[in-house]
């Protein structure tokens, strides 16, 4: 199957979740990434805003703002940056549709301890298939802290195509 059908499919499939079984697997999967180590151990966390039920991450960042530095992406110019919020009150409709910060709060990639990923889907090897604008990509090539992706169980598949600037997520928690 190629990206673009895969990606479509995986989508409507979270799309077609219902709101009670979204927020069951959603809450058992945040549950286990804030007893993750690398979780507890960040001091400054980048972390998307969820979108289109990808697993739920706006509890998590309201609750957390008030424990540790949480930032959050915004894109322009076909480039990804994370600017640190202190509240879900900053965020404001942005490119594609997506919460994104209004703010000149600029996070360098070197202070951010812990990336939290969205993933459309992922497969054996732990490849990651996402929205196809290569954003995280980007911005993971140079970036040294640790990362996590989020994900239901079902957007696993076998095996994803694979190119030169696809970068594999070495943890990936889903709710099983």
Request: hydrophobic content about 35%; some cysteine; overall charge positive.
């Amino acid at each position: 199957m190629d990206k673009a059908k895969l990606r479509k499919e995986m989508i409507q499939t979270r799309l077609d979740l219902s709101s009670e079984i979204y927020t069951v697997k959603s809450n058992l999967i945040i549950s286990k990434l804030k007893n993750h180590p690398d979780f507890i151990n960040a001091k400054t966390i980048g972390i998307y805003v969820s979108f289109k039920n990808e697993v739920n991450t706006t509890n998590l960042i309201e609750e957390m703002v008030k424990i540790k530095k949480i930032c959050v992406p915004k894109t322009k110019n076909h480039k990804m940056d994370f600017y640190l919020i202190d509240s879900l009150e900053e965020l404001k409709l942005g490119t594609y549709g997506i919460l994104e910060p209004h703010n000149n709060r600029l996070v360098n990639k070197n202070k951010i301890d812990l990336l939290i990923v969205p993933i459309v889907a992922y497969d054996k090897n732990h490849n990651r298939l996402g929205y196809g604008g290569g954003y995280y990509d980007r911005y993971l090539k140079d970036y040294c802290g640790n990362v996590i992706g989020l994900a239901f169980n079902f957007q696993q598949v076998e095996k994803l195509p694979v190119e030169k600037f696809d970068l594999p997520i070495k943890i990936i928690i889903d709710e099983k």
